[in-house]
């Protein structure tokens, strides 16, 4: 592999316009196939198999127009006005109308029935307005209001639409023909544009709910900071603008094809903006370290071996192209592993992920070797060349690096218990860790989506921000009993946190009847989640005195029933990686002891790494710091993400690390001298490294979905653990602890495994003979 890379690594050099060609062509056609017709993000997270996700299609077969996403509008009515005056009543009523109209939304009429069941509903109709005319009356009395009230206007119930005891906000829910992300474009905008035409000249306030507002951006002002970060990260370590930003160009040359790609071919598939970001992230930070690792190895064969820049190229993309080759396959092996877990989400998210880093890789190892051929001799001055020659007769380079790797082979049981402890007590809170999805309240104060949910909570309640949409089949041909019905909305409405249990639809055949559940808190309440379970429960019940089975659907009820699923995955998947890593670093470093300790330090990262997600993202610790002002559920995907990613990119520092301490060793320094030695020369570049990504992660906190804010956290402080607490500090120290005795293997294992040569050894030697 690293002759290969070498060969490789000098012909990008001396023809760079070849290679680069075939990169800017691929990424012309990405650009123009995205401008001709760009596919659509979806924030929305489904996953098949779940309850949830099973009624729904339940309901595509039984009652289409049920099947189909929510819509919610929240209208505010001027300052000391009222819903309840008909001035504002009337444009109120006109706006559901023109909802109603628009050919995308389902018309109530749809969900009525039978013949005999409208009647039963314009008799229960008729109830509604008689009820809201007398709390009218009661507010023309001054008398206060403790329910939400249904729209009347002129005597006619406008369905959908209920009003606020005070009057002050109104609250308008309909149903879309399709989920929201099968959406013909530019339908959501045409219905909300409906709903606002009739208010004009009211001066009523329109917020429109979650699912129908606009994505946040992909990436923003703190992504940008993350990479100005970068920047200066590779100016300090790299030492001159020109090579500083040629890892900047690859990387994001390899995020334009890799993420871009995806992007182009989202027609084929649901593409999720998770994915998108996922991928952005992962491509700037591996991009941009990968290409680090190069060009630094170019420069010090330069500087001290005194080499031209082309053989320095060749030989740079041999040696640590050999060890970017491999931490990149470690990456997206580990990625890949997630479509074993069956879940077709995870599976897309993975799948383009791993196919950017994938790309990444590609990119170091032939577009940035003909872009080091175009700097040609200029990527390391005349200047910086008697810089580095001066601080080598001195003996000053690397003095911090020596000094920190001699105090932790002599103080090296103290340093491993010190690492030990703090990284367990970092996992403390994840004890409590509570999975879901991130709901509207966890967006940014002064969001359209923030604002929606907290006009609803103090007008209305919290409950009415996280609907359950029951449905109750027949379990036989005939229809649902309605007396029967009748009894299950009774008894539904008496659960414990229920706030309210209503009938809101039914088939033609009455054999499917849908019922509206409010809960008395938010969607994301313990309590609510308690409420679906128990609402489940109460199938078998309901089967054997009525004969008819219940489920549970809604964006509430798939946050819970997606939260359990990746629950019962992970330890599966955890599994999957441990054994993976033993794998892997076992062929790697022909070594026993390696294996076992870079696992059990991985396995500390990913313990402290979900305790300090779950402190400030569901217990509120320091979330100020992050621009946060609430809290919640630990995004459901995030553990089995992060344990993913972050074991592929803990690898790519593994390998960059321990391989020189085995070089070292190799070439016959001693066990405790071989991992001083190795650490000195590796660490600085590994530091950088680790910064970089930090940072590159670190500015996604700052997004605008709250689900990708874990995201960039989770991963910035997964990174900032495993690089300068594990392997800056207990790796060094364990393998100070074994000495000689961490690269022992079995004699018979050492003749099975192959010599993958990451370090390039073989290369040298065949460069050496040749010399």
């Given at each position: 592999?690293?002759?290969?890379?070498?060969?490789?690594?000098?012909?990008?050099?001396?023809?760079?316009?070849?290679?680069?060609?075939?990169?800017?062509?691929?990424?012309?056609?990405?650009?123009?196939?995205?401008?001709?017709?760009?596919?659509?993000?979806?924030?929305?997270?489904?996953?098949?198999?779940?309850?949830?996700?099973?009624?729904?299609?339940?309901?595509?077969?039984?009652?289409?127009?049920?099947?189909?996403?929510?819509?919610?509008?929240?209208?505010?009515?001027?300052?000391?006005?009222?819903?309840?005056?008909?001035?504002?009543?009337?444009?109120?009523?006109?706006?559901?109308?023109?909802?109603?109209?628009?050919?995308?939304?389902?018309?109530?009429?749809?969900?009525?029935?039978?013949?005999?069941?409208?009647?039963?509903?314009?008799?229960?109709?008729?109830?509604?307005?008689?009820?809201?005319?007398?709390?009218?009356?009661?507010?023309?009395?001054?008398?206060?209001?403790?329910?939400?009230?249904?729209?009347?206007?002129?005597?006619?119930?406008?369905?959908?639409?209920?009003?606020?005891?005070?009057?002050?906000?109104?609250?308008?829910?309909?149903?879309?023909?399709?989920?929201?992300?099968?959406?013909?474009?530019?339908?959501?905008?045409?219905?909300?544009?409906?709903?606002?035409?009739?208010?004009?000249?009211?001066?009523?306030?329109?917020?429109?709910?979650?699912?129908?507002?606009?994505?946040?951006?992909?990436?923003?002002?703190?992504?940008?900071?993350?990479?100005?970060?970068?920047?200066?990260?590779?100016?300090?370590?790299?030492?001159?603008?020109?090579?500083?930003?040629?890892?900047?160009?690859?990387?994001?040359?390899?995020?334009?094809?890799?993420?871009?790609?995806?992007?182009?071919?989202?027609?084929?598939?649901?593409?999720?903006?998770?994915?998108?970001?996922?991928?952005?992230?992962?491509?700037?930070?591996?991009?941009?370290?990968?290409?680090?690792?190069?060009?630094?190895?170019?420069?010090?064969?330069?500087?001290?071996?005194?080499?031209?820049?082309?053989?320095?190229?060749?030989?740079?993309?041999?040696?640590?192209?050999?060890?970017?080759?491999?931490?990149?396959?470690?990456?997206?092996i580990a990625l890949a592993a997630l479509t074993v877990i069956g879940i077709s989400l995870l599976t897309t998210m993975a799948i383009i992920a791993a196919a950017t880093v994938a790309v990444a890789v590609a990119v170091a190892l032939t577009a940035l070797p003909a872009l080091l051929g175009l700097v040609g001799e200029r990527i390391v001055s005349d200047k910086a060349r008697a810089r580095f020659q001066e601080r080598e007769s001195r003996g000053v380079d690397h003095r911090t690096a020596r000094s920190w790797a001699t105090f932790l082979a002599k103080n090296r049981f103290v340093a491993a218990g010190v690492v030990v402890v703090a990284t367990l007590v970092l996992a403390i809170p994840a004890l409590d860790m509570r999975l879901g999805l991130p709901s509207s309240e966890n967006y940014n104060s002064g969001t359209d989506q923030r604002e929606s949910y907290e006009t609803v909570s103090n007008a209305f309640g919290e409950g009415l921000n996280g609907p359950l949409l029951v449905v109750l089949s027949s379990s036989s041909d005939q229809p649902v009993d309605q007396r029967a019905a009748g009894a299950i909305v009774a008894q539904l409405g008496e659960v414990d946190h229920v706030a309210s249990?209503?009938?809101?639809?039914?088939?033609?055949?009455?054999?499917?009847?849908?019922?509206?559940?409010?809960?008395?808190?938010?969607?994301?309440?313990?309590?609510?989640?308690?409420?679906?379970?128990?609402?489940?429960?109460?199938?078998?019940?309901?089967?054997?005195?009525?004969?008819?089975?219940?489920?549970?659907?809604?964006?509430?009820?798939?946050?819970?029933?997606?939260?359990?699923?990746?629950?019962?995955?992970?330890?599966?998947?955890?599994?999957?990686?441990?054994?993976?890593?033993?794998?892997?670093?076992?062929?790697?470093?022909?070594?026993?002891?390696?294996?076992?300790?870079?696992?059990?330090?991985?396995?500390?990262?990913?313990?402290?790494?979900?305790?300090?997600?779950?402190?400030?993202?569901?217990?509120?610790?320091?979330?100020?710091?992050?621009?946060?002002?609430?809290?919640?559920?630990?995004?459901?995907?995030?553990?089995?993400?992060?344990?993913?990613?972050?074991?592929?990119?803990?690898?790519?520092?593994?390998?960059?690390?321990?391989?020189?301490?085995?070089?070292?060793?190799?070439?016959?320094?001693?066990?405790?001298?071989?991992?001083?030695?190795?650490?000195?020369?590796?660490?600085?570049?590994?530091?950088?490294?680790?910064?970089?990504?930090?940072?590159?992660?670190?500015?996604?906190?700052?997004?605008?979905?709250?689900?990708?804010?874990?995201?960039?956290?989770?991963?910035?402080?997964?990174?900032?653990?495993?690089?300068?607490?594990?392997?800056?500090?207990?790796?060094?120290?364990?393998?100070?602890?074994?000495?000689?005795?961490?690269?022992?293997?079995?004699?018979?294992?050492?003749?099975?495994?192959?010599?993958?040569?990451?370090?390039?050894?073989?290369?040298?030697?065949?460069?050496?003979?040749?010399?």
């Amino acid at each position: 592999m690293s002759t290969l890379l070498y060969r490789w690594g000098k012909s990008a050099f001396a023809h760079p316009f070849r290679f680069l060609g075939v990169w800017l062509v691929l990424l012309v056609v990405i650009i123009g196939s995205i401008v001709a017709n760009a596919p659509k993000l979806s924030s929305e997270v489904t996953i098949n198999g779940v309850p949830a996700q099973n009624v729904l299609e339940q309901l595509e077969d039984e009652l289409p127009a049920a099947a189909g996403g929510a819509g919610q509008i929240v209208y505010r009515a001027p300052e000391g006005a009222s819903f309840f005056d008909d001035r504002l009543a009337g444009p109120l009523a006109q706006s559901m109308q023109a909802i109603y109209e628009d050919r995308e939304v389902v018309n109530p009429a749809e969900l009525a029935g039978s013949q005999q069941d409208r009647a039963a509903a314009q008799q229960q109709a008729a109830a509604q307005v008689k009820a809201a005319e007398q709390a009218k009356a009661a507010v023309r009395a001054g008398r206060e209001l403790d329910q939400p009230v249904p729209l009347v206007v002129q005597g006619q119930l406008v369905p959908g639409v209920v009003i606020s005891p005070d009057g002050s906000v109104a609250m308008a829910q309909f149903q879309f023909t399709k989920q929201t992300i099968d959406l013909p474009a530019g339908a959501i905008e045409e219905v909300l544009d409906a709903a606002e035409e009739p208010l004009q000249g009211a001066d009523i306030e329109v917020l429109p709910g979650a699912s129908l507002q606009e994505l946040p951006e992909v990436a923003g002002a703190g992504e940008v900071i993350g990479l100005v970060v970068a920047a200066i990260v590779l100016f300090l370590v790299l030492g001159s603008v020109v090579a500083a930003g040629l890892p900047l160009v690859t990387a994001l040359l390899g995020v334009g094809v890799g993420v871009g790609g995806a992007y182009a071919l989202g027609h084929f598939y649901d593409l999720g903006s998770m994915s998108v970001v996922l991928g952005l992230m992962l491509g700037l930070a591996v991009g941009i370290d990968y290409a680090l690792f190069i060009v630094n190895r170019q420069r010090r064969l330069i500087m001290r071996e005194r080499l031209s820049a082309h053989e320095a190229t060749g030989r740079a993309v041999g040696t640590a192209g050999s060890a970017v080759f491999f931490a990149g396959t470690t990456v997206v092996i580990a990625l890949a592993a997630l479509t074993v877990i069956g879940i077709s989400l995870l599976t897309t998210m993975a799948i383009i992920a791993a196919a950017t880093v994938a790309v990444a890789v590609a990119v170091a190892l032939t577009a940035l070797p003909a872009l080091l051929g175009l700097v040609g001799e200029r990527i390391v001055s005349d200047k910086a060349r008697a810089r580095f020659q001066e601080r080598e007769s001195r003996g000053v380079d690397h003095r911090t690096a020596r000094s920190w790797a001699t105090f932790l082979a002599k103080n090296r049981f103290v340093a491993a218990g010190v690492v030990v402890v703090a990284t367990l007590v970092l996992a403390i809170p994840a004890l409590d860790m509570r999975l879901g999805l991130p709901s509207s309240e966890n967006y940014n104060s002064g969001t359209d989506q923030r604002e929606s949910y907290e006009t609803v909570s103090n007008a209305f309640g919290e409950g009415l921000n996280g609907p359950l949409l029951v449905v109750l089949s027949s379990s036989s041909d005939q229809p649902v009993d309605q007396r029967a019905a009748g009894a299950i909305v009774a008894q539904l409405g008496e659960v414990d946190h229920v706030a309210s249990a209503t009938a809101s639809g039914m088939s033609e055949d009455g054999r499917t009847v849908l019922v509206s559940v409010i809960p008395q808190d938010g969607p994301t309440d313990p309590s609510t989640e308690t409420l679906v379970h128990d609402l489940r429960d109460l199938s078998d019940e309901f089967a054997e005195q009525h004969s008819v089975d219940l489920g549970v659907t809604g964006q509430t009820a798939m946050g819970i029933d997606i939260a359990q699923k990746m629950s019962d995955v992970m330890p599966i998947y955890l599994g999957i990686v441990v054994v993976l890593s033993l794998i892997v670093l076992t062929v790697v470093f022909r070594s026993i002891v390696v294996p076992l300790k870079a696992t059990a330090g991985f396995l500390l990262t990913i313990l402290a790494t979900l305790g300090a997600t779950t402190a400030v993202f569901q217990w509120g610790w320091l979330n100020g710091l992050f621009g946060l002002d609430s809290t919640g559920p630990v995004m459901a995907l995030l553990p089995i993400l992060v344990t993913g990613i972050a074991y592929g990119l803990a690898m790519d520092y593994q390998v960059f690390l321990v391989s020189s301490m085995r070089e070292s060793w190799v070439h016959g320094h001693s066990g405790r001298e071989s991992v001083i030695d190795g650490f000195t020369h590796s660490s600085r570049v590994v530091v950088a490294a680790a910064v970089i990504m930090t940072a590159v992660f670190a500015g996604f906190i700052f997004n605008g979905d709250p689900m990708i804010k874990q995201i960039g956290f989770a991963l910035a402080i997964a990174i900032a653990i495993d690089a300068f607490l594990v392997r800056m500090t207990l790796v060094p120290a364990l393998m100070a602890m074994f000495g000689d005795r961490a690269w022992r293997l079995p004699a018979w294992l050492d003749r099975l495994l192959p010599d993958l040569d990451i370090e390039g050894d073989q290369l040298l030697k065949r460069l050496g003979a040749k010399d």
